[in-house]
């Protein structure tokens, strides 16, 4: 994984892959079932992972400069929907994906970053139960038609990272 930086008052640096464009998602469009694995207690040293499956659709908007994607499960009995708001800023050449759901029914800060070849890494700094963290997703689209989403937390500015949820998509149309 790429490591971010950080300036002198610790906020993040972020920097485009030379490959990076606004065709970067263009993979995730359509509908998925989408295979999640996810820690149930988060930066806890838990190992015990909750595994569920959602269903998602992705189109693009904005003249290809953003996509917006859902998320439609079930927790514990309950309807779930969350959605992501991915824009393309064409001077920065970085992206901006937003996330927000149906617990909270607001934007989250964004993680910002950009595709190197078939990999795509995107940071925020956050705070979790009090603590200051780094927040990682990565994108795998080395086979398009089964990408790879995953998030990462880190307590110590990306010495080490916890890997806590894990999503598989498989193409559904």
Partial sequence: MHQPSLNPSGELIIAPAPSSTSNDFDFLQGSWTIQNRKLKSRLSHSNDWQEFTATGTMYKVLLGLGNIDDFVTDFDGKPFEG?????????????????????KGILDKPVVGSFDKNIGYFYNTDVFNGHDILVAFQWDKTDPDKPV?????????????????????????
Avoid: C, H, I
């Fill in 83 to 103: 959605m992501t708001v991915r824009l393309f800023n064409p001077q920065t050449k970085l992206w901006s994906l937003y996330w927000a759901d149906s617990s």
């Fill in 149 to 173: 989403w995953s998030q990462a937390f880190s307590t110590d500015k990306g010495k080490t990272w916890e890997w806590n949820w894990y999503m598989k998509f498989s193409r559904t149309a």
